[in-house]
């Protein structure tokens, strides 16, 4: 990772030195503090200098099919320079079912990589030093589960906790609104989100917590104002979770991070991530009383939008994810992922892969976007983009609340519905031909499909499926016997899990295994409507 030179002159190509930050140049006096990067309420970034003193984190998400072939991902993708490492799980550690579940036929490996054991999880890292990566794992059900194998991992690899970076998504309420891998109700689910937050904060200090989503909910075909509105009344809901089991919020909130879209209207996405970073900042310190500055900084990671890539044209979608990827990055984004151009078709390729991260080194490198904290302030189509925002995003929060919050929102299905019928008006609109999309309903060419895309061969869920027999056939059956009675004990009281989940995979119990204790005590969710 290059870190600027500190005494480097920031100039353009003509020679024009570029200072730190800007604010109205004609009249110093209206320096508020709000204008001032580093500062609360953080509306121009939460560091004071932003990308001059380092660039975000090029974080891209990979893994499919077993451990080992991930693992081989991993390596490619950091010696191409990738930053992070972001790990996609299959659908059956999604949901907390083993490779070898009847009910898992034909989704072994497919949308990520399959973790079954321990075993697979030190497949997975072998050779990747989990002192120097900082690791992002995309998992909500099964979060704590995975979070204990990457540390009992670590441990064998002799790093302490301690030293561990990373996030684990955990945003379980997401799930029930718009993504849809949960297991238990939504109070159980909970448990283990504020057990996850006390667990690290005493054990893996710089562990990130929980990542709270919008991502999932824009994917659903929310509007820029619905993906935060709603990211931040989940948000409301674990912070009032956690300071309900005792925690106090300066002791979590400060690790707490958010995970947002980039969707294509260039300058509605800018505002949309200024607008986040000031409400967010308010209602930690108004609603929340946090004294900590840290606690009211919006750290999020973006993504660029899955729904926006097209089938059709698939090379366009370099240019789809460019823009949103500078829209992230004039928001102040802390990390970016851009997708790849061939993931309407399928799985990236090595090549879609490489130009995916090229595109965030292009715009490192040589578009000049990181030689000032947030340029584009001061702009009044900017700055009344963001106000706007600001107030449709309150007054959806203000609406929430008077429902009870989030879990009523939830189980009344207001997300849901709001979220269709934005969709649905969208739909609409690509239909009627008044919101166009290149290579769909304009611009529109006859092609043959291409043949070289990226396919996970079915014998991978044989392979996997041995693996784990062979894993069973191994592991000391009493020790596993002996961590799941005590899991099942510990479950049934106030005391914290995380501690018995570890004890469980250190013994190599199965995710399967470990999710049936606690299904057989909690049950499983079922949507009302």
């Not at 996850?196 to 893996?204: G, I, P, Q, R, S």
């Amino acid at each position: 990772m290059h870190h600027h030179n500190e005494n480097a002159e920031f100039k353009t190509t003509s020679e024009i030195s570029i200072p730190e930050y800007l604010t109205d140049l004609k009249s110093e006096s209206s320096l508020s503090q709000s204008l001032i990067p580093g500062k609360y309420p953080f509306l121009r970034g939460i560091h004071p200098l932003m990308y001059r003193q380092r660039p975000w984190t090029m974080r891209q998400y990979a893994g499919f099919g077993t451990a080992k072939s991930s693992n081989q991902r991993y390596k490619y993708l950091l010696a191409s320079g990738t930053t992070g490492l972001s790990v996609a799980f299959d659908l059956p550690t999604q949901i907390g079912f083993d490779s070898d579940d009847p009910k898992c036929a034909g989704e072994v490996g497919k949308t990520g990589v399959a973790i079954d054991t321990l075993a697979d999880m030190e497949i997975l890292f072998d050779g990747i030093p989990l002192d120097k990566v900082s690791t992002s794992m995309t998992i909500n059900s099964t979060a704590s589960i995975l979070l204990a194998m990457y540390i009992v991992v670590a441990q064998k690899q002799g790093i302490s906790a301690d030293k561990l970076r990373g996030t684990i998504q955990n945003d379980i309420l997401k799930e029930y609104i718009a993504r849809g891998t949960y297991i238990f109700p939504p109070e159980p689910s909970l448990r283990l989100v504020t057990d996850t937050f006390a667990y690290c904060k005493d054990n893996v200090p710089q562990w990130n917590t929980i990542s709270i989503s919008g991502y999932h909910i824009r994917e659903a075909g929310s509007t820029a104002a619905q993906e935060i509105a709603f990211t931040f009344a989940n948000a409301i809901c674990y912070v009032n979770q956690a300071l309900k089991a005792g925690l106090d919020i300066d002791s979590f909130a400060p690790k707490l991070s958010f995970f947002f879209n980039a969707h294509n209207d260039l300058f509605e996405e800018i505002a949309k991530f200024r607008a986040a970073r000031f409400i967010w900042a308010k209602i930690m310190k108004e609603k929340f009383a946090a004294k900590d500055d840290r606690s009211c900084m919006l750290r999020f990671h973006t993504q660029t939008a899955g729904s926006t890539l097209t089938a059709q044209q698939a090379e366009n979608n370099i240019i789809r994810v460019a823009v949103q990827a500078l829209s992230a990055i004039l928001g102040g984004t802390q990390s970016l992922h851009t997708n790849s151009y061939d993931e309407a078709l399928a799985l990236p390729s090595e090549k879609a892969a490489r130009i995916a991260i090229r595109t965030q080194q292009i715009l490192a490198s040589e578009s000049g976007v990181t030689s000032t904290v947030d340029p584009l302030a001061g702009s009044f189509y900017i700055e009344y983009l963001t106000d706007q925002l600001i107030l449709r995003v309150n007054k959806y929060l203000d609406e929430i609340e008077s429902m009870g919050g989030a879990l009523n929102a939830i189980k009344t299905g207001f997300f849901q519905n709001e979220i269709h019928q934005a969709a649905y008006k969208y739909q609409k609109a690509i239909e009627k031909k008044e919101a166009v999309v290149v290579g769909v309903n304009d611009h529109v060419i006859d092609e043959t499909a291409s043949e070289d895309i990226l396919r996970v061969d079915d014998s991978l869920q044989h392979e996997q499926i041995s693996f784990l027999n062979s894993v069973k056939a191994r592991r000391d059956n009493i020790a596993v016997k002996s961590a799941l009675d005590k899991l099942s004990e510990c479950a049934n009281t106030n005391s914290n899990l995380l501690p018995s989940i570890v004890e469980c995979v250190s013994a190599y119990c199965s995710v399967g295994e470990i999710c049936s204790r606690l299904r057989a005590l909690w049950g499983e969710y079922q949507e009302a409507f």
